[in-house]
């Protein structure tokens, strides 16, 4: 009984100077029934693709369907059919991406490199190490590794290799590898550990301003993983699949007339885990709703006046220039302006507040900066320092062809942020709830003033989590299982 079979499609895909190994088609593997009755066969799938529901999927499908020990599984086919998935992978391997590369020869002057790896192997003995995490990572006989350089090297792709495509050159290299790898003990991957709880992060990869950027999405997936979490990133058209999971955690930003908001109540109807809950985003997409909560519950905020467009000339009466102007709905210092005086008031009611009929209007309060504390679950989690963007009196700044610029950051301990703000922070969360968020908030020589509260606060690798590290995105990961598990009744 032979030890382990080669599957090619095509006969002639296996060249005379390849080793005398037992070679099966593609097709008689599948159609083969003879194949069941063999136990721990080792099939190594070459195949000319893997794409989804090819032959080569089938051989490799057919394989574990067999109880035979097959390379590349399903699930690594699986995980290299997509950017969006392998790239999850990606971010574990980016401290021996450093290290391999930061003793490479030859790399001056190339921002781009590639690394063809055959079973683990590869012919540059500086690489090796990092040749074998990534076919560890993903378990294929033929990969091909793309790197970048921006800034530091990282993996911008990976993919397979169809044997077929070979140069004569690389021959030797690909009969060396498979030699190895035969020669080694087959061992079975890792078994998955049934994960505790699934949870969807709704995120959306074509917004030009997300509350966390790609970095950060995967630092909550590796976070959530360690803690036994199945955690999937998930888009719009997912909607109907909301119910597969116990809970949704919103990394996009919300808005009432929007998707978020929808599956958002559509979670809480599921009985899910949900943050941003549906109340949070109700409350805080709503500057008037904060205005007037904070003012009913002695919140010290700046000066503030709610005013129907058609009577802006009561402003003069109540608050003196200049006065800051904001739409109730606003994100990202969109909707938000400075006017001098009542005729800049008057153009601005014209342009920019066209769509709604109530304004809010604020003293003006300059900063050098804007203290963001982050609170979860009624505690503070982060703190930072936002500066303002450069020549301008707000954080961001949007030019004329609708870019962003933001200014510095500085992020601190909870603990080094003055009291007041912190005090200040919590009490005005705990008005909203229990949920995640960015509480915004001004120190002037008179005191600390709420501005307002975010529901989906930023949280950006290397800016909120500066400080904490990986630990934010655990603390956070934890809350989640915390709530899935009160509601399991656990």
């Known amino acids: 009984m032979p030890a382990h079979i080669i599957i090619v499609e095509n006969s002639k895909d296996w060249r005379q100077c390849f080793p005398g190994n037992i070679v099966v088609s593609a097709k008689d593997y599948i159609a083969q029934h003879d194949y069941l009755k063999l136990k721990n066969l080792k099939v190594i799938n070459l195949c000319r693709s893997y794409r989804y529901l090819s032959v080569g999927y089938y051989v490799s499908l057919l394989a574990e369907a067999r109880l035979h020990k097959v390379i590349p599984s399903v699930r690594t086919i699986l995980d290299l059919s997509s950017r969006s998935i392998y790239g999850l992978g990606i971010g574990d391997l980016d401290e021996p991406v450093q290290k391999s590369f930061a003793r490479r020869e030859g790399a001056e002057g190339k921002d781009r490199f590639e690394l063809d790896i055959y079973f683990g192997t590869v012919d540059n003995a500086v690489l090796q190490d990092l040749a074998q995490e990534i076919f560890e990572a993903f378990p294929c006989p033929l990969l091909r590794v793309e790197f970048r350089l921006q800034g530091k090297w990282h993996i911008s792709k990976i993919s397979s290799v169809p044997l077929h495509t070979l140069e004569k050159i690389e021959e030797p290299n690909f009969v060396a590898g498979l030699n190895a790898h035969l020669a080694k003990r087959w061992q079975e991957p890792k078994p998955r550990t049934v994960a505790r709880y699934d949870l969807a992060i709704l995120h959306n990869p074509q917004e030009k301003q997300p509350p966390s950027n790609r970095r950060a999405l995967q630092n909550f997936v590796r976070a959530g993983k360690k803690l036994g979490l199945d955690v999937e990133l998930i888009g719009k058209k997912d909607y109907s699949r909301l119910a597969e999971y116990d809970a949704l955690f919103i990394r996009e930003t919300t808005a009432l ?21 549906p109340e949070s985003i109700l409350k805080c997409t709503n500057k008037v709703y904060l205005a007037e909560l904070f003012k009913a519950h002695r919140v010290p905020i700046p000066r503030t006046v709610i005013v129907h467009k058609t009577q802006i000339e009561s402003l003069e009466a109540e608050l003196q220039y200049p006065v800051v102007l904001k739409i109730p709905d606003g994100s990202f210092s969109k909707g938000v302006v400075k006017a001098s005086d009542l005729n800049e008031v008057k153009e601005y009611i014209r342009t920019l507040f066209k769509d709604t009929d109530i304004v809010l209007a604020q ?90 509260i975010n529901d989906n606060p930023n949280i950006d690798a290397g800016i909120e989590d500066s400080y904490l590290k990986g630990d934010l995105y655990r603390i956070i990961m934890e809350e989640m299982v915390r709530r899935m598990e009160k509601l399991s009744g656990k």
């Open 257 to 277: 007339n929007h998707y978020t908001y929808r599956f958002s109540r559509r979670a809480q109807s599921e009985g899910m885990a949900v943050i941003d809950d």
């Open 363 to 452: 003293e003006f309060l300059p900063t050098e900066f804007d203290w963001r504390i982050g609170i979860l679950n009624r505690t503070p989690i982060y703190a930072c320092q936002y500066f303002m963007s450069n020549k301008h009196w707000q954080i961001y700044k949007h030019d004329e062809f609708g870019r962003l610029e933001g200014g510095g950051f500085r992020t601190l301990p909870v603990e080094d942020a003055p009291e007041a703000v912190t005090r200040i922070a919590r009490r005005a969360a705990n008005l909203i709830g229990d949920g995640l968020y960015g509480v915004d908030l001004k120190e002037t020589e008179r005191g600390v003033y709420i501005i307002e």
